[in-house]
């Protein structure tokens, strides 16, 4: 499947985005993105039979892409 996909980068903060705290984690995200996806699940995933070190971000919007 193709299409536009979220992701995990480090930014700056500009007038279009919402910022999330979450304890001593700042999560940006565009404000319309956030708008028009109503809810964004954020979870780590770690692959064990992948070796050491292997893992990442899953990003789930409440509404597809």
Request: charged letters at 25%; proline letters at 3%; aromatic letters at 6%.
């Amino acid at each position: 499947t193709t299409g536009p996909s979220l992701g995990v980068l480090v930014d700056e903060k500009t007038d279009d985005d919402t910022v999330c705290r979450f304890e001593d984690l700042e999560v940006i995200i565009d404000t319309a993105l956030l708008q028009y996806c109503e809810k964004i699940t954020v979870d780590y995933v770690q692959q064990e039979s992948a070796g050491c070190g292997s893992g990442g971000f899953k990003i789930t919007p409440q509404n597809n892409l």
